[in-house]
T-cell receptor, first 114, second 118 residues
Framework: DAKTTQPPSMDCAEGRAANLPCNHS???????VYWYRQIHSQGPQYIIH???NNETNEMASLIITEDRKSSTLILPHATLRDTAVYYC???????????????FGKGTHLIIQP | NAGVTQTPKFRVLKTGQSMTLLCAQD?????MYWYRQDPGMGLRLIHY???????AKGEVPDGYNVSRLKKQNFLLGLESAAPSQTSVYFC?????????????????FGPGTRLLVL
């Protein structure tokens, strides 16, 4: 799986868009970009994933650069409840008979300021 | 839907005691997982199951056993608890199909069980 680099922390004002970057310059053609977050003392929460096209769901938007070497997770209107550690994971979608655990790096601690 | 639930939420054990952690999911997922998370560290996979009646070892399986007698339930057992097993335990579940519909990488986690072994 490709290595990812994220800033250790970011601040964002409540109500503004939070843009979280992730660098994955060694990504290969069959690797997807997944985003999860972990709010303090809770289980990780899946947010969104994509291969090469931009994606949007009810939680966030994912923008992947044309060369796929970086991506940005966008929370359009951040609230205090969005304060969490956000993880960018790049990996091949498993297609074999077994399974593999998710590997979370250090992520970005996003702090939403009132 | 309740999603993924875990019981108990918190437990204190003495060294050598045994206990079972229960995970239940109502999303009809084929795959289920048990992770542990220690302070300042990422998640580590203990065991997983690809379907009812099947289990497999993950990254850190020693000291744990699991069972999947029903599709919706995945049990994690500690036969003789040790202080090194003090941790937060998370259960997760996922579909088995590959992406782009999500697949095994789109995992849904429970709220966690905090275990303290004295």
């Amino acid at each position: 799986d490709a290595k990812t680099t994220q800033p250790p922390s970011m601040d964002c004002a409540e109500g503004r868009a939070a843009n979280l970057p992730c660098n994955h310059s060694t990504i290969s053609g069959n690797e997807y970009v997944y985003w999860y977050r972990q709010i303090h003392s809770q289980g990780p929460q899946y947010i969104i994933h994509g291969l090469k096209n931009n994606e949007t769901n009810e939680m966030a938007s994912l923008i992947i650069t044309e060369d796929r070497k970086s991506s940005t997770l966008i929370l359009p209107h951040a609230t205090l409840r969005d304060t969490a550690v956000y993880y960018c994971i790049v990996r091949v979608a498993y297609s074999g008979g077994g399974a593999d655990g998710l590997t979370f790096g250090k992520g970005t601690h996003l702090i939403i300021q009132p | 839907n309740a999603g993924v639930t875990q019981t108990p939420k918190f437990r204190v054990l003495k060294t050598g005691q045994s206990m079972t952690l229960l995970c239940a999911q109502d999303m009809n997922h084929e795959y289920m997982y048990w992770y542990r998370q220690d302070p300042g560290m990422g998640l580590r996979l203990i065991h997983y199951s690809v379907g009812e009646g099947t289990t497999a070892k993950g990254e850190v399986p020693d000291g744990y056993n699991v069972s999947r007698l029903k599709k919706q339930n995945f049990l994690l057992g500690l036969e003789s608890a040790a202080p090194s097993q003090t941790s937060v335990y998370f259960c997760a579940s996922s579909y088995s199909v590959a992406a782009p519909t999500g697949g095994r990488e789109t995992q849904y986690f429970g709220p966690g069980t905090r275990l303290l072994v004295l």
